[in-house]
């Protein structure tokens, strides 16, 4: 009978990984606020991005304001490989990262270990 329990926990488990890892999960999307011919939007870290897509309007200045409230050393950076940006982010502050809108296109981000991720879109 211990054999039947241990193997369905494991079975239960193996599935919560496969679905945690490989499942479709909900992203929250944002358009950018447009305020001065400038856009920007704020992206909390905790836990993660959120939210973890970004809608930006092709030509128009634009700014991400990233602020982590997370301890994890893991989101202590954020990398956008495409634009060449590594940007450290200090626990508790605010810190702007400015983002080049002259192409359209999807650009990825990521955390410093590459296990959280995000997405701006220029329209």
């Not at 890892?21 to 929250?28: A, P, T, Y």
């Amino acid at each position: 009978m211990n054999k039947i329990i241990i193997l369905g926990l494991g079975l239960a488990l193996i599935a919560f990984i496969a679905w945690w890892f490989f499942g479709s999960h909900h992203v929250e999307e944002e358009k950018a606020t447009m305020k001065s011919n400038k856009q920007s939007v704020d992206i909390e870290v905790k836990g993660g991005y959120s939210p973890e897509r970004v809608v930006l309007k092709r030509g128009v200045p634009a700014t991400l304001n990233f602020k982590r409230t997370d301890s994890s050393n893991c989101l202590d950076h954020v990398v956008f490989s495409d634009f060449g940006i590594n940007q450290k982010l200090p626990e508790g502050k605010v810190e702007r990262v400015k983002i080049d809108t002259s192409k359209p296109g999807e650009y990825q981000w990521e955390c410093s270990m590459n296990m959280f991720h995000g997405k701006v879109i220029v329209k």
